[in-house]
């Protein structure tokens, strides 16, 4: 998936803003957008393992997510050193899709976990049922049949979790 230009292969990640977005809790995702948002992210370098960056936070942390699943990461901050997926992975996250991947850099603005009712009763638009029927359809794209063995159902299940299909 990494592309190649003048001849020098340029490291992309395999996720979304909107991937990192839907798999992470909002509160998490914020306080990483905002590192990034902030410019906390620095000295951003990628291989073949991954990214790897400098995040300022309380202090300098040395960050590393995977190029492929940025919850598989490193940092040496608290959380990091447990294993938790922590604000200064996400920001690295975030980055590296602005940096490496500026297309899948989209922010899904509506809140998902405090969606309200407005309390109001109408019919909806013919456009209204237009964008809702487009939707839905990108939605069906993340669903797919499946009848192989339970171990990569398991697999599958996660990367749906993640937003993602199995390739
Ligand atoms: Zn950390």
Redesign the pocket.
Same mark, same amino acid.
Do not use: A, I, P, T
């Given at each position: 998936m990494n592309k190649k230009f003048n001849n020098k292969i340029i490291f992309c990640p395999h996720f979304s803003v909107f991937n990192i977005q839907i798999s992470v809790d909002e509160q998490e995702f914020n306080k990483g957008y905002k590192l990034f948002n902030d410019g906390k992210v620095k000295k951003i370098t990628a291989d073949f393992d991954g990214f790897h960056a400098i995040?300022s936070?309380t202090h300098d942390?040395s960050?590393s997510v995977n190029i492929s699943d940025f919850e598989r990461g490193v @940092?040496? @901050?608290y959380?990091?050193q447990k294993n938790i997926l @922590?604000?200064?992975?996400i920001a690295l996250a975030i980055a590296t899709v602005s940096k490496y991947n500026p297309e899948n850099f989209k922010l899904i603005m509506s809140s998902l976990d405090h969606t309200v009712c407005s309390g109001q009763i109408r019919e909806i638009t013919k456009e209204e049922l237009t964008a809702i029927k487009k939707e839905l359809q990108h939605g069906l794209l993340y669903i797919k049949y499946y009848d192989g063995p339970s171990s990569k159902w398991f697999a599958y299940q996660d990367t749906l979790l993640k937003g993602g299909r199995l390739m």
């Open positions: 995040v936070g942390y960050v @940092c040496n @901050c959380l990091g @922590c604000k200064h992975m």
